[in-house]
T-cell receptor, first 107, second 112 residues
Framework: AQRVTQPEKLLSVFKGAPVELKCNYS??????LFWYVQYSRQRLQLLLR??SRESIKGFTADLNKGETSFHLKKPFAQEEDSAMYYC?????????FGSGTQLTVLP | NAGVMQNPRHLVRRRGQEARLRCSPM?????VYWYRQLPEEGLKFMVY????????ESGMPKERFSAEFPKEGPSILRIQQVVRGDSAAYFC??????????FGSGTQLSVL
């Protein structure tokens, strides 16, 4: 069974501080992992995917197969980063989401 | 390309009524996924469909819920005899293959 765990339901940081949103997964195979973001009253949108190794809006995420993690990081948080973030794993035709982390960036 | 279109955006039903949620995938996408986001919870997979076929419905409640994706027209998620616990945001995603794609804006279902 594939599972995605986001241990923090809520996370608050001050503007300019580093932020890390944790994501751990379990999957028997080579996973494909994603981070999605949902800003208030907007649609869910893809933030980044591990295979592209991009940096979007200053966010990066590295797949660590040894620790089965895919944490999302940004060195300097901005107020506009406040949103709900979902980690997701794609495998066998199914996308499994974590329960989400609500990030609040305080001024 | 208009993206994944879901309608209605908001749907209000009384207990016992039927709810029909529509999802028009992006052009060229033949795979559709439905997810439910309950208050205070994350997104939960419900069903995965390709044209005219249900591939995986392991996340669908066994009763009252059904989904279809006909050869022509949008995918429909149908909830019969709605109850208050069905109140949630329902998201649809489409993809050209079995991997990732784009999400719709969701339908917020409120059951009175």
């Amino acid at each position: 069974a594939q599972r995605v765990t986001q241990p923090e339901k809520l996370l608050s940081v001050f503007k300019g501080a580093p932020v890390e949103l944790k994501c751990n997964y379990s999957y028997s195979g080579s996973p494909e992992l994603f981070w999605y973001v949902q800003y208030s009253r907007q649609r869910l949108q893809l933030l980044l995917r591990h295979i592209s190794r991009e940096s979007i809006k200053g966010f990066t995420a590295d797949l660590n197969k040894g620790e089965t993690s895919f944490h999302l990081k940004k060195p300097f948080a901005q107020e506009e980063d406040s949103a709900m973030y979902y980690c997701a794993l794609s495998g066998r035709g199914q996308l499994t989401f974590g329960s989400g982390t609500q990030l609040t960036v305080l001024p | 390309n208009a993206g994944v279109m879901q309608n209605p955006r908001h749907l209000v039903r009384r207990r016992g009524q039927e709810a029909r949620l529509r999802c028009s995938p992006m052009k060229g996408h033949s795979h559709v996924y439905w997810y439910r986001q309950l208050p205070e919870e994350g997104l939960k997979f419900m069903v995965y469909l390709q044209k005219e076929n249900i591939i995986d419905e392991s996340g669908m409640p066994k009763e009252r819920f059904s989904a279809e994706f006909p050869k022509e027209g949008p995918s429909i998620l149908r909830i019969q005899q709605v109850v208050r616990g069905d109140s949630a945001a329902y998201f649809c995603a489409s993809s050209p293959d079995s991997r990732m794609g784009a999400f719709g804006s969701g339908t917020q279902l409120s059951v009175l």
